[in-house]
T-cell receptor
């Protein structure tokens, strides 16, 4: 059971380059999330999706775009990377049967923008 | 809006010491409360949860009690091990909100 899989695990980008982070889940979860983790700031929500074809902005959406064309996949795009986007990115998914449902996380993508 | 405040770390302990990590929250109604743990190089995983006032969540020797009157959900373990070294996150979720709100995380290091 793979759970939540993120690719790639590591990436170094030059300022201005673009890239897409892929998140795939095999648990048939409705909800998916992208977070970034920075020292001293915990996890901040970038974008989320409550179902196939729907996306919404989180706390820190600027500079990122997302798409959820298939229920199992949630893509995070950086159109023009900036050093401030150096971070560890986590994807999570959740089956919403109530507020007490557990979120499952991927292992993270460590992105460095130089 | 919803928010979670955790005690700042890092916390360094000796093996078999008592661990407490404070967590308080701001939310209307009765949110569900969670503790997640992140071991080095890994993603977050659920440690325990509580869904209503006075509930106690427990797992792997850790406990936390949902205190509505003090809006708190402090994490405790009576005797820590080196393998408990990790980052601990407090989180909440409300029934009419899709999101999980996380605290800043507390880094715990246990020395042999």
């Amino acid at each position: 059971n793979a759970g939540v899989t993120q690719t790639p695990k590591f990436r170094v980008l030059k300022t201005g380059q673009s890239m897409t982070l892929l998140c795939a889940q095999d648990m048939n979860h409705e909800y998916m999330y992208w977070y970034r983790q920075d020292p001293g700031m915990g996890l901040r929500l970038i974008h989320y999706s409550v179902g196939e074809g729907t996306t919404a902005k989180g706390e820190v959406p600027d500079g990122y775009n997302v798409s959820r064309l298939k229920k199992q996949n949630f893509l995070l795009g950086l159109e023009s990377a900036a050093p401030s986007q150096t971070s560890v990115y986590f994807c999570a998914s959740r089956s919403y049967t109530g507020a007490n449902t557990e979120a499952f996380f991927g292992q993270g993508t460590r992105l460095t923008v130089v | 809006g919803n928010s979670v405040t955790q005690m700042e770390g890092p916390v360094t302990l000796s093996e078999e010491a008592f661990l407490t990590i404070n967590c308080t929250y701001t939310a209307t109604g009765y949110p569900s409360l969670f503790w997640y743990v992140q071991y080095p190089g890994e993603g977050l995983q659920l440690l325990l949860k509580a869904t209503k006032a006075d509930d106690k969540g427990s797992n792997k020797g850790f406990e936390a009690t949902y205190r509505k009157e003090t809006t708190s959900f402090h994490l405790e373990k009576g005797s820590v091990q080196v393998s408990d070294s990790a980052v601990y996150f407090c989180a909440l979720s409300r029934s009419n909100d899709y999101k999980l709100s996380f605290g800043a995380g507390t880094t715990v290091t246990v020395r042999a």
